[in-house]
C-alpha cells in the first residue's frame, strides 16, 4: 500500500504524497490499452468491469477464500472484512492498518499489520498471534506485503510507507524479508527504497519486488531461501496523481499483472509491457479468485472491483499446501 512516506525531505514528501492521495485522482473511465497483441489472449476487448462493492476507506490485501468470499484490509476503517459477491460484507477483525495478505501452508490467514510493525496471523475467532516484528532486536518499520514462498516460508517487504506517525524508524533501511517455520528472520535484500508488491515466478525460480519511490519493478533468481543477481525488470512511470508501482500477481503462464500508474499494468517474462487495464479508482492490490482462478479481484481505493481474465492465475498457497497436505488441502 502506498499513502505515506515519512522519512525523506519534507518538499519531496509533500509532493510524493500529493501523487498518492485518493481524493486528488483525476477522473478517468475502465478501459484496455493494448501495447501487444498478446494482452488481448490475457485480457479479451469484450472483458467488462464490475463493481462488485465500494463505501470503503481505502481497501488492500484482497485474499480468495475458496468458499466462496474474500477477504479485504481496508486501511481507514481499520478492520479486515470478508467481501461476498452479493457485496455484502462481515468484519473479521478490528486492527490498526491493516495491509496485504496471504494464506500460509496450513491457509491461515496471515496480515502485514502497519501499527503493530508486524506479521501477524489471523485465527477463525477474530483474535491474532505476532509471527515477527523485529529484525536483530529492532522494530519494523510497517510490513506492507506478504507471499508465500515456494519453501513454504513467508516473505515481505517492509518500507517506510505506513510508518505510523511519530513512530521511530528503527532499522535503517527499507527492507525485504524471510520468516521461517522456526520465527526465523532473514535479510534477503535492502536495495529497493519503498520496497512493496511482490510475488514468485509460477517456477519459483524467481522473485520479483516493486519499488513505490523508484517506481520499478526488480527480479532476482531465488534458491534455497537466497536472493541473488538483482535487477531492473521493468519500468511503471507516470504523472502526478496516477499511482505507483504496489500489489502484483503472476498467472501460471508467468505473466505478471503489476499495480502501476493509472490501474493494472500487464507484463510477459520477458519484461515486455503488454498493455495496462485502466481503473477509475486507482488500485493498490490484487488477487486471483473463483472456482478457476480466471478472475482478478482488485482493491481500488475506496471500493473492490471483479475483471474476468483468459489467465489461470498462480496461486501459490493451492499449490504449496497441496504438496505439503495433498490434493484435499486446496479444499479449504
Not at 513467508?154 to 528503527?170: M, S, V
Not at 519459483?204 to 536472493?227: A, M, P, T
Not at 502526478?240 to 517474462?269: C, H, S, Y
Amino acid at each position: 500500500m502506498t499513502r505515506t512516506l515519512w522519512r525523506a525531505a519534507p518538499l519531496v514528501v509533500f509532493f510524493f504524497l500529493w501523487s498518492l492521495l485518493p481524493a486528488a485522482q483525476t477522473p478517468r473511465r475502465f478501459s484496455l490499452q493494448a501495447l501487444s497483441p498478446q494482452f488481448w489472449k490475457l485480457v479479451p476487448p469484450s472483458t467488462r468491469l464490475k463493481q462488485l462493492a465500494t463505501g470503503f476507506g481505502f481497501t488492500e490485501g484482497p485474499v480468495w477464500d475458496s468458499r466462496g468470499f474474500l477477504y479485504v484490509s481496508d486501511e481507514k476503517l481499520n478492520k479486515i472484512f470478508q467481501v461476498y459477491p452479493d457485496g455484502h460484507r462481515k468484519a473479521v477483525i478490528s486492527l490498526g492498518d491493516p495491509d496485504g495478505n496471504t494464506y500460509d501452508t496450513d491457509l491461515r490467514l496471515l496480515d502485514c499489520a502497519s501499527v503493530l510493525r508486524a506479521v501477524i496471523r489471523i485465527s477463525p475467532r477474530g483474535d491474532y498471534k505476532i509471527l515477527a516484528d523485529r529484525y536483530q532486536g529492532k522494530k519494523f518499520n510497517s510490513p506492507n506485503d506478504v507471499v508465500l514462498g515456494p519453501d513454504g516460508a513467508i516473505y515481505f517487504t517492509d518500507p517506510t510507507l505506513d510508518l505510523p506517525a511519530g513512530a521511530k524508524q528503527e532499522i535503517p533501511f527499507q527492507g525485504v524479508y524471510r520468516l521461517d517455520a522456526s520465527g526465523n528472520v532473514t535479510l534477503l535484500t535492502r536495495d529497493l527504497t519503498q520496497p512493496n508488491g511482490l510475488a514468485f515466478s509460477p517456477d519459483g525460480h524467481r522473485l520479483y519486488v516493486d519499488d513505490s519511490d523508484q517506481r520499478n519493478i526488480r527480479v532476482y533468481n531465488f534458491s534455497r531461501g537466497r536472493l541473488k543477481n538483482g535487477r531492473i525488470f521493468g519500468e511503471e512511470p507516470g504523472e502526478a496523481n496516477e499511482g505507483v508501482p504496489d500489489g502484483m500477481r503472476v498467472d501460471t503462464q508467468g505473466n505478471l499483472f503489476v499495480v502501476g500508474p493509472k490501474g493494472i499494468w500487464v507484463w510477459d517474462a520477458q519484461g515486455h509491457h503488454l498493455g495496462t487495464i485502466v481503473l477509475p479508482e486507482q488500485p493498490a492490490n490484487l488477487t486471483w479468485g473463483d472456482r478457476d482462478y480466471r478472475t482478478l479481484y482488485i482493491t481500488a481505493t475506496t471500493s473492490v472491483y471483479q475483471l474476468r481474465t483468459e489467465s489461470r492465475g498462480f496461486v501459490p498457497w493451492l499449490v504449496y499446501a497441496r504438496k505439503r497436505h495433498g490434493s484435499s488441502a486446496a479444499g479449504h
